[in-house]
C-alpha cells in the first residue's frame, strides 16, 4: 500500500507564507519525481512546481521567485514552501510522485495524495 499524505494547508492573508510538506508511504525504493499541483475553483488542475530525484526543479511561471519546492530522496518526503501568497493562489493543493517503484519492484506511474486546501484571504 502506498500513499501520499499532505499536510500544511490553511488560512493566511496575502502576503503571508505557508509551508506544504508531503510524505510518501509505503515499501519504496525510489521516486522519480515529486511536484506539486492545484485546482482552484473553476480552474483545472495545474502544475505548480516538480523535483526530480537529480533535483532538477521547473515552476509555473505565476509562482517563481515565490514558491520553493524541496525533497529529500532518503525519506520519501518533499516540501513546498510559499511565499508572498496571493489570493490567485488560493485551491487545492495536491501532491503527486511519479514513476514510484516498490521495493518489491512494481512501479507506479503516478501516486496522488488527497489533497490540502490553502486559502489567501484578508
Known amino acids: 500500500q502506498v500513499q501520499l499524505v499532505e499536510s500544511g494547508g490553511g488560512l493566511v492573508q496575502p502576503g503571508g507564507s505557508l509551508r506544504l510538506s508531503c510524505a510518501a508511504s509505503?515499501?519504496?525504493?525510489?521516486?522519480?519525481?515529486m511536484g506539486w499541483y492545484r485546482r482552484a475553483p473553476g480552474k483545472e488542475r495545474e502544475l505548480v512546481a516538480r523535483i526530480t530525484n537529480g533535483g532538477d526543479t521547473n515552476y509555473a511561471d505565476s509562482v517563481k521567485g515565490r514558491f520553493t519546492i524541496s525533497r529529500d530522496n532518503a525519506k520519501n518526503t518533499a516540501s513546498l514552501q510559499m511565499n508572498s501568497l496571493k489570493p490567485e493562489d488560493t485551491a487545492v493543493y495536491y501532491c503527486?510522485?511519479?514513476?514510484?517503484?516498490?521495493?518489491?519492484?512494481?512501479?507506479?506511474?503516478?501516486?496522488w495524495g488527497q489533497g490540502t486546501l490553502v486559502t489567501v484571504s484578508s
Open positions: 509505503g515499501r519504496i525504493r525510489s521516486i522519480n519525481a
Open positions: 503527486n510522485a511519479e514513476n514510484l517503484q516498490l521495493r518489491v519492484g512494481y512501479t507506479y506511474l503516478e501516486v
